[in-house]
């Protein structure tokens, strides 16, 4: 997928993708139709308005349980104006519940983006204890067109990391945080492409 973001501006109505507010539409190939994972029923859906409360709250508690050593005065201001860029910058989709009753329910979600050259890049994943190792961060990067061995570059590290390292292939760029971060980033990869391709 060349431009996931114009993708899903289109699937979605042109909402804002951070928090989109209209449903997804049947057919969309950037989202997960019903999956049984374990026999939860579970639909992969843009974020929404209402949901956002939860996703910041759960990325900045899962990232000060992994960052002890940042005093916490420091650490919830300032990451939490990262959380709120990286959020309006990237795509925030949820894996929620199925049914009338568990449709506001989100048992996972994650926040990534497309660089403009369309390297993956992973913000942040949160799965809730109950609900992981059943596929659904899988699901997740499904609705971004991951492909199986494609590289993840992390602007985060945490446990995720540490779990999954063996699966897939992640990549650490911490300096991704920053609103520099994508334009430099692009620039350091292709540099590097073009001098292995100058020695071939």
Same mark, same amino acid.
């Given at each position: ?13 042109? =909402?804002?993708?951070?928090?989109? =507010? ?29 949901? *956002? ?11 000060? *349980? ?14 939490? =104006? ?13 894996? *929620? ?14 926040? *990534?983006? $497309? ?41 985060? $590290? ?36 073009? $001098? ?5």
């Amino acid at each position: 997928m060349d431009d996931l973001r114009e993708h899903m501006r289109e699937a979605t109505g042109h =909402t804002n993708l951070g928090f989109q =507010t209209d449903g997804v539409r049947k057919g969309d190939t950037a989202f997960s139709e019903v999956q049984d994972l374990d026999r939860i029923p579970v639909r992969i859906r843009p974020a929404e308005a209402n949901d *956002a409360h939860m996703i910041i709250d759960s990325w900045l508690k899962s990232y000060a *349980a992994q960052n002890k050593d940042q005093p916490s005065w420091a650490l919830y201001p300032m990451q939490k =104006t990262v959380i709120r860029r990286l959020l309006k910058d990237g795509v925030t989709l949820v894996a *929620a519940g199925n049914t009338h009753e568990s449709q506001n329910d989100i048992y996972a979600w994650m926040c *990534a983006q $497309r660089s403009p050259s369309g390297i993956f890049i992973l913000h942040y994943s949160f799965t809730k204890m109950i609900f992981r190792k059943r596929g659904l961060f899988t699901s997740l990067l499904g609705g971004y067109d991951h492909k199986r061995g494609e590289n993840i570059y992390c602007s985060h $590290r945490g446990w995720l990391m540490k779990e999954i390292k063996d699966r897939y292939s992640m990549r650490y760029v911490p300096q991704l945080q920053f609103d520099w971060g994508m334009d430099q980033f692009e620039r350091a990869y292709h540099e590097v492409r073009n $001098r292995k391709k100058g020695k071939k």
